[in-house]
T-cell receptor
Framework: NAGVTQTPKFQVLKTGQSMTLQCAQD?????MSWYRQDPGMGLRLIHY???????DQGEVPNGYNVSRSTTEDFPLRLLSAAPSQTSVYFC??????????????FGEGSRLTVL | DAKTTQPPSMDCAEGRAANLPCNHS???????VYWYRQIHSQGPQYIIH???NNETNEMASLIITEDRKSSTLILPHATLRDTAVYYC????????????FGPGTSLSVIP
């Protein structure tokens, strides 16, 4: 198992550009989520999904779009990047079905800088 | 909002036990306590979780008070590699409600 894979690991954008952060998991987890982490801060939930075709907003959803067309993938889209979106983004997944015990599995992060 | 409160920072001498407290006074009967840690800027890593009994694994021990309103994560012999931010969250194990993290505790292990 590769676990949770995020791409790209690093990205620099100009204000107004769009891009998609990719997240894929190979553990057949129903639940997937995106967090952002600003310097010296904790994790803030952006969007989450409890299965293919189902998404919902987290704490800080503005400026981000998501979709879930397959169980494996949960891309995060920035339609018009702003400097305030400079952050490290983490994708996480979990399953409530045994033998899982509900813990979140995180990717290694995607570091985004918006100039 | 996060359902837990933790001290923002703690120090621990290398080789000593690190005891990290977490308050979760509004915890529901079916909510588990989960602990994660984040080393530098890596993705957070699951450590341990429990419902009401004390739990131990190869990484740490979790002590939950009888009224379940607080818990303590114990790293029995802290090493420099345990320097990290530790997050305590509560959630229903079989639920898919959104998982909210608080700011956590920044643990510094001092040589």
């Amino acid at each position: 198992n590769a676990g949770v894979t995020q791409t790209p690991k690093f990205q620099v954008l100009k204000t107004g550009q769009s891009m998609t952060l990719q997240c894929a998991q190979d553990m057949n987890h129903e639940y997937m989520s995106w967090y952002r982490q600003d310097p010296g801060m904790g994790l803030r939930l952006i969007h989450y999904s409890v299965g293919a075709g189902i998404t919902d907003q987290g704490e800080v959803p503005n400026g981000y779009n998501v979709s879930r067309s397959t169980t494996e993938d949960f891309p995060l889209r920035l339609l018009s990047a702003a400097p305030s979106q400079t952050s490290v983004y983490f994708c996480a997944s979990t399953s409530r079905d045994e033998p899982n015990t509900g813990e979140l599995f995180f990717g290694e992060g995607s570091r985004l800088t918006v100039l | 909002d996060a359902k837990t409160t933790q001290p923002p920072s703690m120090d621990c001498a290398e080789g000593r036990a690190a005891n990290l407290p977490c308050n979760h006074s509004t915890i529901s009967g079916n909510e588990y306590v989960y602990w994660y840690r984040q080393i530098h800027s890596q993705g957070p890593q699951y450590i341990i979780h429990g419902l009401k009994n004390n739990e131990t694994n190869e990484m740490a021990s979790l002590i939950i008070t009888e009224d379940r309103k607080s818990s303590t994560l114990i790293l029995p012999h802290a090493t420099l590699r345990d320097t990290a931010v530790y997050y305590c969250i509560v959630r229903v194990q079989t639920s898919y409600d959104k998982v909210i993290f608080g700011p956590g505790t920044s643990l510094s292990v001092i040589p």
